[in-house]
Structure formats: C-alpha cells, structure tokens
C-alpha cells in the first residue's frame, strides 16, 4: 500500500534558514492552555509516542506554567521540530467496496502526537477568528467552523429553496464533492495564499511548519513500519486540517456559485423581480478572498 497514494509527492517548502524570534507572536494565555486540552478526549488515540490527552491533563492540573513554557517559544519562532511531527497513518477499509486490492479502498487516519496537537488547537481558533475578521471563508460555509454544524447547512439549503420558489420558478440543486481535497493542500500555495490576505506572518509561519517535514508510518496488516516523508495534504486527524482545506477550497466555492447565479439570472421567467437576485449576485463576487487576485489562484 504505497504512502504516495494517500499523498502524492510534491516539492517541499524551502528551508527557512536561521530562525528568529517574530516580534508579532501573541503569547499564549493560561485560558487557551486551559480549555483546549479539557475539550480534548482522554479515550482519543495518541501518536507514535504513546502520550494521550489524559498525561496532558494531568500536568495541566498540577500547574499549567509548564506547558506555557514548552509551547511558548515554538508560536514565538513560528517553528516546530521534526520530532513531534512523526505520525501513525492507520488504514481502514472504506465500506462497500468490491475490492480491497486497490489503496483507492481504504482511507487513512493519521495519528498525531498529542502535544502537537494542543497547540495545533490553539492556533487554528486563532485561525479561524482571523480568516472571519477577514471575510476569507464563504459565508455560507458551515463544516469545520465552530458553532456551525451540517443541520446548519441543511437549514440554509432548505431556505433557500423556499426563497426561490416563492415566485414559482423550477428550482434544482447541484451537489459538488472535492475529491481528495485534504489529502492535497499544497503548503507552498497556502503559504502564499495566507500572506497575500493580510494573514499575520507568525500565524503563516506556524500553519507551514506543521505541513513541512512531516513523517508518517502506515499501519496495516502485514505493514513494514517503515516512515516516509509526507510533503502535500494535511493530517485527516489535525485539528488544523479542516480550517485549511476550507480556505483552499473557498475560491472554488466563490466561483460555483458565481455561475450558478449567473445562470439563475439568464433562465428565471420575467416577472421575477431582479434587483434582490443582482444584490445577491454582487454579494457572491464580493466574497472571493482577495489573494484570488494578488497570488494569480
């Protein structure tokens, strides 16, 4: 079952050099080490090291200064060392399926260490504050943001569909997958994309480091054990993957739905009254992030 399925080979990002301290890195605060392991399961897998969320916990309870202290400078330096970046890739069976000769049959699941992965939780709700602020996601996007959930995209589905056969128009609905669309966020592009709307450098810097010099280990039945370097996609298992792909994916999104309204406005019966669809038209071409334009994506 070759890694390079899962993860097609691409051209690593470029060495950083020296390494210096980001003047713009906002400390981490007590409350942020507080709640991010407490929303974590105890029962949940750890990485290669075998250290789960309860560990954490635990010293975070005999005194938080000390994961303060080890998380600190590594948001400070916007780098992370190689070593905590090694991962478990678990393969599992997708359902239904014919064959299982082919790796298409199976998914993986990587296993990431848990220290990692707290801050990792930190820094995508930082994330994710500044990608709203900005208005980098769609608006209408609801999978992977807190507080939104697929019922929410139900309901908005369902809205709009009642709005627009008010007036008595067909209505139809076209769905879209992106097939492999986590497996194959490029770092170098995201990295580029990130800067290009106005994204803090230290927060750039920490999102490239933790999809550069990763290793993982596939682990199945009859598996070698053997780690292979892992340059494209985000960890399925990353509490920063979804965050990620969201944003990659956002430019696509913008344009669907710039030719769907487009195509609404040639083919909807006269009578329908324009200006609410050519507002909502405009609010649509509104919402393309802005490195669309300045990082020619």
């Keep these: 079952m070759p890694l390079g399925h899962f993860f097609p080979p691409k051209d690593p990002l470029p060495g950083r050099g020296r390494l210096k301290k980001n003047p713009s890195a906002t400390p981490l605060t007590k409350k942020e080490i507080i709640l991010t392991p407490s929303k974590s399961s105890p029962s949940s ?20 200064a000390i994961m303060l202290d080890l998380l600190f400078p590594l948001v400070t330096f ?23 000769d082919s790796p298409a049959s199976f998914r993986i699941i990587v296993l990431l260490k848990t220290f990692l992965k707290i801050l990792e939780r930190v ?10 602020s900005k208005g980098l996601l769609h608006p209408n996007q609801c999978g992977s943001l807190p507080g939104l959930s697929s019922a929410d995209a139900c309901l908005t589905l369902a809205q709009e569909m009642k709005t627009l056969q008010r007036p008595r128009p067909e209505v139809s609905t076209l769905f879209l997958d992106i097939k492999a669309g986590v497996d194959n966020v490029n770092a ?9 709307s106005s994204v803090p450098s230290c927060m750039v810097d920490c999102v490239s480091s933790f999809l550069s010099e990763r290793t993982c280990t596939l682990i199945f039945q009859g598996s070698p054990n053997l780690s292979s370097q892992v340059s494209v996609g985000t960890p399925q ?3 920063i993957s979804p965050s990620s792909s969201s944003f990659m994916s956002s430019p696509c999104t913008c344009r669907c739905l710039e030719a769907s309204w487009a195509l609404t406005l040639t ?15 405009a609010a649509y071409k509104a919402c393309s992030p802005p490195y669309q334009q300045k990082a020619g994506t």
Excluded at 84 to 97: E, F, H, I, Q, W
Excluded at 127 to 132: D, E, H
């Design 123 to 132: 820094m995508t709700v930082r994330l994710f504050a500044i990608t709203k």
């Design 78 to 100: 916007g780098y992370h060392p190689p070593s905590l970046k090694t991962a478990n890739g678990v393969a599992l069976d997708k359902p239904g399926k014919a064959s299982y």
């Design 188 to 196: 170098s592009t995201l990295r580029v994309g990130l800067l290009a």
């Design 267 to 281: 083919t909807f019966r006269s009578r329908w009254p324009p200006p609410p669809l050519g507002a909502t038209y």
């Design 237 to 239: 298992g990353s509490p």
């Design 45 to 64: 897998a750890p990485g290669p090291d075998g250290v789960p969320y309860s560990v954490w916990k635990k010293v975070q309870l005999i005194n938080p």
